[in-house]
């Protein structure tokens, strides 16, 4: 049922009631002919000035040309539109708006009143425009009316409405329309309504949509539904979602569908789970193309208690090797995953803290990771900073990851911190001697006397000092790169951290001061509660969100080069001009409604660009064209 607005339909009353005085009046004072029909929906009663309540009726005036009383007589027949002169029209009544101004404006559909009947019978064309607020409003027993062809043609962002509650009263049937952006787009928290006979449904290609977010939402009964063919184009990371206790409720016979581009994906939770069981459900040939990377970060995170170094023999890539009695991998060049390390998250990182997942440098390039003080990769690189004739500095890892670096002796107050960039932590040719240097972009890269090479990016000394010294309640979250995300009384900002740790000035208090010109030279500084300070630039929030955003440029194909800079501008080469990007601190929140994608946007000025997240924040970067390609250089 349409709702008209209360002073709408007050207007059309009057106007209907004005019309029926003007043509009744004309029957008693007018001598000449007039042929007038006056009709009303229904009989019913008018009110008087005086108040005195009359019944009226439909009545046809006599046309003798004098005054003459006339009999009421009821009709039957079509009510007939006049104009404001009682004259017949075809006029369609006029809407008016709230203010009484004609519009063409529709009043809007209240779906919350709509029943499964209600929902079935809405077109195609009007499920493609229903909103993610519309969505939300229908109540959980409606949305059981949408058919597989209406959820197809639901737009992903409209998706965002659904809620846990409404996606379990979807018919098995109808899930099968759902694509892989729409359920990209779907809020993590209504995955948890899936049930087992959904989730059979969902086409196979639909399931490369859900992230590891959405995989962690589903009930243990609904991830037993999981078929092989959907298992297999779950992508790497959406893999990290499932926890322990969800693998235990797949199917045996599912696992053999793992392969090379998603079994590297699974936690170290999950890893630590498998058993020989598991292992030989596996299929051989997928795990022989594994990389460096899926090797390690498979093989160095199983239980060593249930699988052997014997019993991984077989599934090795060639060029790989295990010494079956201490456990050493022997691994060719290129990247490698090292065991993350654990994090009771509540006792060692209070509730204002966000931390990515950082290796555990205790660990070692053995199966499991097993280690002692002469194989850990912490050994190493202090072992490494003797060798290279550093030995005034010892590298320490802290509870919540940090990697400190602290002078002694003649360096004593020189200390720094740092986290390894695990996209850039790969192995190196036997002949490549231990080192220290410096990139183009201003990383720091060590390279131990155990063969690995890490790029270190500079980060905050204690993520949860840092978080005491915020305002009362307020936020840090740090990413992969060092990207740290700091919530102040009156704005949030994203920057990269300097990696010395230095004394504050005596008179300074705690806290985190903006010093500089916004959008120039802006500097953050960082006072902990125990007299050090550090530094903080402003940077890009997501570096991965960045890059996504910028591969889905219309013009993606002519940005050849791109790198990010220590300072936290990031360098691109499109075409042959060489510009930088330099980010402005402030993260503007609720810029606009959650998205499916980041997104780019160059401003009208041309020297400024936006990038907006999945969560509708903004942030602005200044550009700036530095040279040519010849001037360009890689990390």
């Given at each position: 049922m349409k709702h008209i607005h209360l002073n709408v339909l007050s207007s059309a009353i009057l106007l209907a009631l004005g019309n029926s005085a003007l043509a009744v009046d004309a029957t008693v004072t007018t001598s000449t002919t007039v042929n007038v029909t006056v009709t009303a929906p229904k009989p019913e009663t008018t009110t008087t000035t005086s108040g005195t309540t009359t019944p009226t009726t439909t009545t046809t005036p006599t046309t003798t040309g004098t005054t003459t009383p006339t009999t009421p007589t009821t009709t039957t027949t079509k009510p007939v539109v006049t104009d404001s002169t009682a004259t017949p029209s075809t006029t369609k009544p006029v809407v008016t708006d709230v203010l009484g101004t004609p519009t063409t404006t529709k009043p809007a559909v209240d779906y919350s009143k709509f029943d499964a009947k209600a929902v079935t019978a809405l077109s195609l064309d009007d499920v493609s425009k229903l909103t993610a607020k519309q969505i939300a409003a229908l109540k959980p027993d409606a949305v059981a009316g949408f058919t597989a062809a209406q959820i197809k043609n639901i737009n992903p962002d409209a998706i965002k409405g659904f809620t846990a509650e409404q996606i379990a009263k979807l018919t098995p049937e109808a899930v099968k329309g759902f694509l892989a952006e729409q359920l990209r787009a779907l809020d993590p928290n209504a995955a948890k309504g899936f049930t087992p006979a959904q989730i059979k449904n969902?086409?196979?290609?639909?399931?490369?949509g859900f992230n590891a977010k959405h995989i962690n939402k589903l009930s243990n009964d609904a991830v037993s539904a999981i078929t092989p063919e959907q298992f297999s184009l779950l992508t790497r990371s959406a893999m990290a979602?499932?926890?322990?206790?969800?693998?235990?409720?797949?199917?045996?016979?599912?696992?053999?569908?793992?392969?090379?581009?998603?079994?590297?994906?699974?936690?170290?939770?999950?890893?630590?789970?498998?058993?020989?069981?598991?292992?030989?459900?596996?299929?051989?040939?997928?795990?022989?193309?594994?990389?460096?990377?899926?090797?390690t970060?498979?093989?160095?995170?199983?239980?060593?208690?249930?699988?052997?170094?014997?019993?991984?023999?077989?599934?090795?890539?060639?060029?790989?090797?295990?010494?079956?009695?201490?456990?050493?991998?022997?691994l060719p060049v290129g990247k490698v995953t090292l065991p993350p390390l654990t994090v009771n998250i509540n006792t060692t990182i209070n509730v204002n803290v966000e931390l990515p997942s950082l290796p555990d440098l205790n660990t070692s390039l053995n199966v499991g990771g097993t280690s002692d003080q002469k194989t850990d990769i912490l050994t190493q690189l202090n072992q490494t900073l003797v060798q290279i004739n550093y030995p005034q500095f010892t590298v320490s890892q802290t509870d919540s990851g940090i990697m400190k670096v602290a002078g002694t002796g003649s360096s004593k107050g020189v200390d720094l911190a740092f986290i390894p960039d695990q996209d850039k932590t790969e192995t190196v040719a036997s002949d490549v001697a231990p080192g220290l240097y410096t990139t183009s972009g201003g990383h720091l890269v060590l390279v131990t006397t155990g063969g690995i090479k890490f790029t270190l990016i500079a980060a905050p000394q204690d993520p949860?000092?840092?978080?005491?010294?915020?305002?009362?309640?307020?936020?840090?979250?740090?990413?992969?790169?060092?990207?740290?995300?700091?919530?102040?009384?009156?704005?949030?900002?994203?920057?990269?951290?300097?990696?010395?740790?230095?004394?504050?000035?005596?008179?300074?208090?705690?806290?985190?001061?903006?010093?500089?010109?916004?959008?120039?030279?802006?500097?953050?500084?960082?006072?902990?509660?125990?007299?050090?300070?550090?530094?903080?630039?402003?940077?890009?929030?997501?570096?991965?969100g960045l890059v996504t955003a910028k591969n889905f440029l219309s013009d993606a194909s002519k940005y050849l080069k791109y790198k990010f800079s220590a300072d936290g501008n990031i360098h691109f080469l499109y075409g042959d001009v060489y510009f930088i990007s330099k980010p402005t601190f402030d993260i503007q929140i609720n810029y606009t409604v959650p998205q499916a994608r980041p997104v780019i946007n160059v401003l009208s000025d041309g020297k400024q660009a936006e990038v907006i997240n999945e969560d509708g924040e903004r942030q602005v970067f200044n550009l700036e064209v530095v040279g040519t390609s010849s001037s360009y250089q890689d990390e």
């Amino acid at each position: 049922m349409k709702h008209i607005h209360l002073n709408v339909l007050s207007s059309a009353i009057l106007l209907a009631l004005g019309n029926s005085a003007l043509a009744v009046d004309a029957t008693v004072t007018t001598s000449t002919t007039v042929n007038v029909t006056v009709t009303a929906p229904k009989p019913e009663t008018t009110t008087t000035t005086s108040g005195t309540t009359t019944p009226t009726t439909t009545t046809t005036p006599t046309t003798t040309g004098t005054t003459t009383p006339t009999t009421p007589t009821t009709t039957t027949t079509k009510p007939v539109v006049t104009d404001s002169t009682a004259t017949p029209s075809t006029t369609k009544p006029v809407v008016t708006d709230v203010l009484g101004t004609p519009t063409t404006t529709k009043p809007a559909v209240d779906y919350s009143k709509f029943d499964a009947k209600a929902v079935t019978a809405l077109s195609l064309d009007d499920v493609s425009k229903l909103t993610a607020k519309q969505i939300a409003a229908l109540k959980p027993d409606a949305v059981a009316g949408f058919t597989a062809a209406q959820i197809k043609n639901i737009n992903p962002d409209a998706i965002k409405g659904f809620t846990a509650e409404q996606i379990a009263k979807l018919t098995p049937e109808a899930v099968k329309g759902f694509l892989a952006e729409q359920l990209r787009a779907l809020d993590p928290n209504a995955a948890k309504g899936f049930t087992p006979a959904q989730i059979k449904n969902i086409k196979p290609e639909a399931f490369r949509g859900f992230n590891a977010k959405h995989i962690n939402k589903l009930s243990n009964d609904a991830v037993s539904a999981i078929t092989p063919e959907q298992f297999s184009l779950l992508t790497r990371s959406a893999m990290a979602g499932f926890s322990a206790a969800q693998f235990k409720n797949i199917r045996l016979e599912v696992l053999s569908s793992l392969n090379a581009s998603n079994i590297g994906g699974l936690s170290r939770e999950v890893l630590f789970a498998f058993g020989l069981d598991i292992l030989t459900h596996l299929d051989i040939k997928e795990l022989k193309k594994l990389t460096s990377v899926d090797v390690t970060a498979i093989f160095l995170n199983i239980d060593t208690s249930k699988i052997k170094a014997k019993d991984i023999k077989v599934y090795l890539p060639e060029g790989y090797s295990v010494n079956e009695g201490t456990g050493k991998l022997t691994l060719p060049v290129g990247k490698v995953t090292l065991p993350p390390l654990t994090v009771n998250i509540n006792t060692t990182i209070n509730v204002n803290v966000e931390l990515p997942s950082l290796p555990d440098l205790n660990t070692s390039l053995n199966v499991g990771g097993t280690s002692d003080q002469k194989t850990d990769i912490l050994t190493q690189l202090n072992q490494t900073l003797v060798q290279i004739n550093y030995p005034q500095f010892t590298v320490s890892q802290t509870d919540s990851g940090i990697m400190k670096v602290a002078g002694t002796g003649s360096s004593k107050g020189v200390d720094l911190a740092f986290i390894p960039d695990q996209d850039k932590t790969e192995t190196v040719a036997s002949d490549v001697a231990p080192g220290l240097y410096t990139t183009s972009g201003g990383h720091l890269v060590l390279v131990t006397t155990g063969g690995i090479k890490f790029t270190l990016i500079a980060a905050p000394q204690d993520p949860v000092r840092l978080a005491n010294v915020l305002p009362k309640g307020k936020k840090v979250k740090m990413g992969k790169k060092g990207e740290t995300r700091l919530e102040l009384s009156d704005r949030v900002i994203s920057g990269l951290f300097d990696a010395f740790v230095e004394p504050a000035p005596k008179d300074a208090k705690p806290g985190v001061t903006v010093q500089g010109t916004p959008g120039v030279d802006e500097v953050a500084v960082v006072v902990y509660e125990d007299g050090t300070q550090q530094k903080m630039r402003p940077c890009v929030q997501d570096q991965d969100g960045l890059v996504t955003a910028k591969n889905f440029l219309s013009d993606a194909s002519k940005y050849l080069k791109y790198k990010f800079s220590a300072d936290g501008n990031i360098h691109f080469l499109y075409g042959d001009v060489y510009f930088i990007s330099k980010p402005t601190f402030d993260i503007q929140i609720n810029y606009t409604v959650p998205q499916a994608r980041p997104v780019i946007n160059v401003l009208s000025d041309g020297k400024q660009a936006e990038v907006i997240n999945e969560d509708g924040e903004r942030q602005v970067f200044n550009l700036e064209v530095v040279g040519t390609s010849s001037s360009y250089q890689d990390e």
